[in-house]
T-cell receptor
Framework: QVQLVESGGGVVQPGRSLRLSCAAS????????MHWVRQAPGTGLEWVAV????????YYADSVKGRFTISRDNSTNTLYLQMNSLRAEDTAVYYC???????????????WGQGTLATVSS | DIQMTQSPSTLSASVGDRVTITCRAS??????LAWYQQKPGKAPKVLIY???SLESAVPSRFSGSGSGTEFTLTISSLQPDDFATYYC????????FGQGTKVEIK
């Protein structure tokens, strides 16, 4: 069955970096756009970034643009999020999610991982 | 940016009740809207996509309607497993979630 497994979360000081990973299995990873979505403690969901199925297109939320970089390796079915210049407000559970794109739409989020917690604190 | 506004923020209901949650978009999103259910400590799960299409394996007591800027999620007869937080999401232009509606036991 479909599995998305995030890793790489932890506690980091403000201004430092963290790299999250998401290992995919059970579906054709290279056919799907992939996203990072975050949820700060006790709050709602915020879309963070997307990368196209082939890795040629990336888009970011304004709140992370210029600090975060999304990437993927279709040979190992792995998604990444490089987070630099971290701030306290980046503290959240980070989920990876997939969407199937068509000519009309990038799609909704059909599969989600279980999430990994990144805490930015001194 | 497209803003999504859900109402109510919290809803108290009993098993067997009919429940309706509303979601409004700040501009037209056609029918590019999804609904998700999230339970504490778990990832969200899609219930409805394209405003009214039921995701595979989702019980038929869930239904969605609307287009343009006004959308609703209806649970026809609330079950114990349905107490959770529900989010709408537009995917017309990037992705934006509503703030969530917590359905709690009355």
């Amino acid at each position: 069955q479909v599995q998305l497994v995030e890793s790489g979360g932890g506690v980091v000081q403000p201004g430092r970096s963290l790299r999250l990973s998401c290992a995919a299995s059970g579906f054709t990873f290279s056919d799907y756009a992939m996203h990072w979505v975050r949820q700060a403690p006790g709050t709602g969901l915020e879309w963070v970034a997307v990368i196209s199925y082939d890795g040629n297109n990336e888009y970011y939320a304004d709140s992370v643009k210029g600090r975060f970089t999304i990437s993927r390796d279709n040979s190992t079915n792995t998604l990444y999020l490089q987070m630099n210049s971290l701030r306290a407000e980046d503290t959240a559970v980070y989920y990876c999610a997939s969407s199937y794109s068509t000519s009309s739409s990038w799609g909704f989020f059909d599969y989600w991982g279980q999430g990994t917690l990144a805490t930015v604190s001194s | 940016d497209i803003q999504m506004t859900q109402s109510p923020s919290t809803l108290s209901a009993s098993v067997g009740d009919r429940v309706t949650i509303t979601c409004r978009a700040s501009q037209s999103i056609s029918n590019w809207l999804a609904w998700y259910q999230q339970k504490p400590g778990k990832a969200p799960k899609v219930l409805i996509y394209r405003a009214s299409s039921l995701e595979s394996a989702v019980p038929s007591r869930f239904s969605g309607s609307g287009s343009g800027t006004e959308f609703t999620l209806t649970i026809s007869s609330l079950q114990p497993d349905d107490f959770a937080t529900y989010y709408c999401q537009q995917y017309n232009t990037f992705w934006t979630f509503g703030q969530g509606t917590k359905v709690e036991i009355k």
